[in-house]
């Protein structure tokens, strides 16, 4: 399990790649340091500058490690008996004023799978609410949604990273790897070194279109648009795969004649995209053997997210390019755990092994798996942005783990007040966050180097992380925490603290479901380098490509979904005549909570900034580096103008990774997608007014 006696391997503590890395004890305040583990076939030694400074975040500087309790208005260190003693004693007199759903629980898509096990386990038997979500709803809901009503199942890939350089031609869709998972590039670079073919959808020319063949830059929230321009085009030129409609999907004339109302030139006007080149890619995407077609943020944070994928996905469908080899649909997760954070019972509408709330034969197998009686579960919830909203109203009172709404929620100034509205607010984090900064009691946990668990990566593999290193004193893991917090409850019997118990208690609830792990073993892991679900038995071989002799629906077919292109929930006007479009950078990861404390990333990606065209911003009287306010119908912010010709001249962006003065989230729209909640990320309309130098 380790290179030598004094180095551990694991995995990274950021994105989906979860990339491998190994942990060199040094002795040192930094008690580790990251050495390249070649042997990962992941990444296969490749770092970002995330991951190689990852070692930074477990320095003890910022971390929490004690208890805070908030008393006159100020956090103050506490006992943890006295801590947990009062969070057991206000939810549960919460709970008996205002009914049990007034007690919430908001996780994270970057909890193992042991602990969005047990949260999940802790909503719904400890404190039998329903009103639990988890921020993995704002990441990748949309294309879940989707997936699943095309499927069957939703898993993000459906197949290895290392068989898109199989691929004859790849189409990515708002995804700028470049910057969010820069060892993932290697794999596009191989598909061209193999005659393959790269087209970009993006707004922005990213450091990934950079690489592209083909650049596609439509206006944000057109690319459902874009999508069914591109099937027209297909069937116009008779480049669909009759064969495979016929045999291997369903739903095929309804979904053909909703693209064939959408006209190319029609769709050019509204993307923005010429036609020539909608035509090439159509071209690059047909003349392939076999072809991809990979979405991220850019088309699923949309209030028409899982209809924009579904368009996608209906792309591939009509060509033959699903079920076979180095072929398919695929998203691109962004959490640690996107991808196992959303299988195993923390989302409001599911129960471990991606079983559905609702379903009565799957809440009599989880109510079996943890002795309780199936009619004591309680129903689904509200999603995570509907959670957050009735905070201070339905709900009044919350446990929240992992996650950092007051940066990462839309809307986030409203957030933030419902916050603050709140009877009671307990927050589990490394570090005092925004959103602990809120709470009434902060409860100080381990991260991913201190404790043991598992990950699911956007392969669909599930890896282990390791502990290299012991938590500082004071520090408790979280399901150290939930045990405590169950037993207070009358219920800690149910709540292991080891890890691996938990695991093996997650692999029977899981058993049977659609995200099946009941053959995965901390023990297969570690000697398989992962292993893909479903996995049903200690024999299984694990599942690396799924849908190769039929799809998950009951009669083995793909789904199409004929859908429609509307416009963003908030188009440009008179008074807000701009897009603003929001995203990542290259050195900060989500809400900036562990990389905004890394000295190196910090002094690569200092603060926050609007990114516009030179055209627009001679328009505005504006110079690169000037103050610019941002305005929308949500809030204002001031930040400093980077000017580039990278950007559309009618669009702005902003990355999200900081709070107050030039957050980004101050002004998304959480405008809901009606099947996925998901809320519109990409797609707002601000104005931008200068800022007169004091
Ligand atoms: Fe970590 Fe993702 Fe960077 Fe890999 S690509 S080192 S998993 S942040």
């Not at 790649?17 to 004890?25: A, F, K, S, T, Y």
């Not at 393959?196 to 450091?207: M, Q, S």
């Not at 874009?226 to 480049?239: F, N, S, T, Y």
């Not at 071209?283 to 076999?290: G, I, V």
Request: hydrophobic share 40%.
């Amino acid at each position: 399990m380790s290179n030598t006696v004094a180095t551990t391997d694991t995995h990274c503590p950021y994105c989906a790649l979860q990339c491998g890395m190994g942990l060199r004890r040094t002795g040192g305040a930094v008690p580790v340091s990251v050495v390249e583990r070649p042997g990962f076939p992941v990444n296969r030694g490749a770092l970002c500058g995330k991951g190689s400074n990852a070692a930074a975040v477990l320095a003890p500087g910022a971390r929490l490690s004690t208890p805070l309790v908030r008393r006159d208005g100020e956090l103050r260190p506490a006992g943890w008996d006295e801590a947990l003693d009062l969070v057991a004693d206000r939810l549960t007199g919460t709970a008996a004023a205002y009914g049990r759903d007034a007690v919430g629980v908001f996780g994270g898509g970057g909890l193992t799978n042991e602990k969005a096990y047990l949260l999940g386990k802790f909503a719904r038997v400890a404190l039998r609410t329903s009103a639990i979500d988890y921020n993995g709803r704002f990441c990748m809901s949309s294309a879940a949604a989707a997936g699943t009503r095309a499927f069957g199942l939703d898993r993000g890939l459906p197949f290895p990273v290392a068989d898109i350089p199989g691929a004859g031609c790849v189409i990515l869709v708002g995804s700028n790897p470049a910057e969010t998972m820069p060892p993932f590039v290697r794999y596009l670079r191989e598909l061209r070194e193999n005659g393959g073919t790269l087209v970009v959808v993006d707004p922005r020319r990213t450091r990934t279109a950079e690489l592209a063949d083909l650049h596609l830059a439509p206006r944000p929230g057109t690319d459902l648009a874009l999508a069914l321009g591109l099937l027209h085009l297909v069937v116009a030129d008779g480049r669909t795969d009759e064969d495979f409609i016929a045999g291997r999907t369903t739903g095929w004339a309804e979904t053909r004649a909703a693209a064939m109302a959408h006209w190319p030139e029609h769709v050019e006007a509204v993307t923005g995209v010429p036609l020539p080149q909608l035509r090439e890619a159509a071209r690059l995407f047909c003349d392939a053997d076999s072809a991809m077609v990979l979405t991220a943020r850019g088309p699923e944070q949309q209030a028409k997210g899982t209809d924009t994928v579904s368009a996608w996905i209906n792309l591939c469908l009509a060509t033959g390019n699903a079920g076979r080899p180095n072929a398919g649909y695929g998203c691109l997760t962004g959490q640690g755990n996107g991808q196992g954070g959303r299988e195993h019972g923390q989302k409001a509408d599911q129960l471990p092994g991606y079983r559905k709330l609702d379903d009565p034969a799957a809440r009599a197998h989880v109510a079996a798996v943890w002795g309780v009686d199936p009619d004591s579960l309680p129903g689904p919830g509200r999603s995570a942005y509907e959670l957050l909203d009735s905070l201070g109203g339905e709900v009044r009172a919350l446990l929240l783990t992992g996650s950092n709404p007051v940066v990462s929620a839309p809307h986030a100034g409203h957030v933030t007040e419902r916050l603050r509205s709140l009877d009671f607010l307990v927050v589990s984090d490394v570090v005092l966050s925004e959103t602990a900064e809120l709470a009434d009691v902060v409860l100080p946990v381990a991260q991913w180097a201190e404790e043991t668990g598992t990950m699911t990566n956007l392969e669909g593999r599930v890896i282990l992380r390791r502990k290299a290193v012991d938590a500082p004193a004071g520090v408790r893991t979280d399901l150290e925490v939930l045990h405590a917090l169950a037993a207070r409850l009358g219920h800690g019997e149910g709540f292991p603290t080891d890890p691996e118990k938990a695991f093996d208690e997650l692999r029977r609830a899981s058993a049977g479901g659609p995200a099946d792990y009941a053959g995965i073993s901390y023990e297969r892991i570690a000697a398989e380098d992962g292993v893909f679900w479903p996995c049903s038995s200690p024999e299984h071989p694990g599942t690396p490509r799924l849908f190769l002799e039929r799809f998950a629906h009951p009669d083995g077919r793909a789904r199409f979904t004929p859908v429609q292109h509307r416009p963003a929930a908030e188009e440009p006007d008179a008074r807000y005549p701009v897009r603003l479009t929001t995203g990542r950078v290259l050195a900060q990861y989500q809400s900036g909570a562990q990389t905004r404390r890394v000295d190196a990333l910090n002094a690569a990606a200092p603060g926050p900034y609007v990114e516009l065209h030179p055209l627009l911003a001679d328009r505005l009287g504006v110079r690169d580096g000037d103050q610019v306010a941002v305005v929308s119908r949500r809030g204002r912010t001031v930040t400093p103008a980077r000017l580039t010709t990278a950007i559309r001249p009618d669009t702005v962006f902003m990355p999200f990774h900081w709070a107050g003065e030039g957050s980004a989230n101050i002004h998304t729209n959480p405008a809901l997608d009606p099947v996925s909640r998901m809320p519109e990320f990409k797609a707002c309309a601000v104005r931008l007014e200068p800022v007169a130098s004091a």
